[in-house]
């Protein structure tokens, strides 16, 4: 059975995912744990501070993807995002279903995501890219991210998804 903290966060998951973050309370977390707020309250002080521990991990994750990309080959950076996409795809939704948990990530974070992004753009269109090179990074990077939650929609990823969405990304950014 998960701890208290973790069975905070998988509710405050889905219903920030569901609700949004604006549109969910501490009380509507601490009703569907079925505990009251005071005991919530204990764990986290804010429902900032919940968004932040479900955060927190894929972010550090991420940063540091963006900050080796430069280093890493095309086909290994495209890589890296499908298997970061798989591990980080429950909170995806939380960060896209609301303004202002993107807002707040550009205020907390030295480099935002958006920020983190450019940095894999431009390791994956290589030095000097042209318009073109740049339109085909950004098509790698978005195969490798949306084909990737696309198939964790329905399914877990296998082996030969992963390489399929690789090889599309891969496709994507040379053709």
Known sequence: MPDTKQRIQDVARE???RQGYTGTSMADIAGRLSIT???LYYHYKSKADVLDALLAEPLAAYAELATRAAELAPADLLAAFVDFTARAHTVIPVVTS???????LDERFPSSPKEMMVAVIA???GPDPDRAALIRAHAAFAVAKEATAAVLATRTLE???RDEIL???LR????
Request: aromatic share 4%; proline share 12%; net charge negative.
């Open 37 to 39: 707020p005071a005991a």
């Open 98 to 104: 609301d303004p202002a948990v993107r807002d707040r």
């Open 15 to 17: 219903l920030f995912a």
């Open 172 to 175: 994507a950014l040379t053709a």
């Open 123 to 125: 390791a994956l269109a």
């Open 167 to 169: 090889a599309s990304a």
């Open 159 to 161: 082996s030969p998804d």
